[in-house]
């Protein structure tokens, strides 16, 4: 119990997929102007990698080697359909929003490389652990990230306005600029955190 705890917590914490390993910048950076669409990617995140790592993992035994990255991308593709029809057909604001971030998710390092790095080598319950653990990291980050770029670039989160009319919209922090300098900020307070305890 303890093994499926730690494959869990570590993509939260000790191994963040954005803050400590530093993986999926292109969306990390490209679709947390708003709250809603960090929580939407991460949440596409997560049915991907999880669905991707239990077939991984279920069927590692019978994959060659020399084919396993072809294949791996192959699930992962299917999984990302799924995905991307699924936000088009029940939530077409969003998936406008997030435009080719979604699509861009097969080729996504965090993905792949827990598909190779961890689910061919371990029990189907373990890869879904690890799974679940770094989309949860992986959405975690991007919420935040979002979070903080949509409170001071529109004085709003998750659309809900928490600051007054006197705010100042910061307009550096819905452009590229913007992402760049959050996520530097919060790659540091996360690691000091870390450091510390």
Known sequence: ?????????KGIWRENPVFVILLGMCPALAVTTKAIFGLSMG???IFVLTSSSLIVS??????????RIATYTMIIATFVTIADYFLKARFPAISKALGPYVPLIVVNCIILGRAEAFASKHTPVRAV?????????????????????????SGSIFGVQLLGAWHRPWVIMILPAGAFIT???LVG???LFKRKG
């Open 1 to 9: 119990m303890r093994t499926f705890y730690g494959d869990f917590i």
């Open 43 to 45: 949440c596409a995140v």
């Open 58 to 67: 279920l069927f590692r035994k019978f994959i060659p080697t020399q084919v």
């Open 129 to 153: 652990c690890d799974a679940l653990g770094m989309g949860l990291g992986f959405t975690l980050a991007l919420v935040i990230l979002a979070s903080v770029r949509e409170l001071f670039g």
């Open 183 to 185: 996520l530097g900020l």
């Open 189 to 191: 307070i996360f690691n």
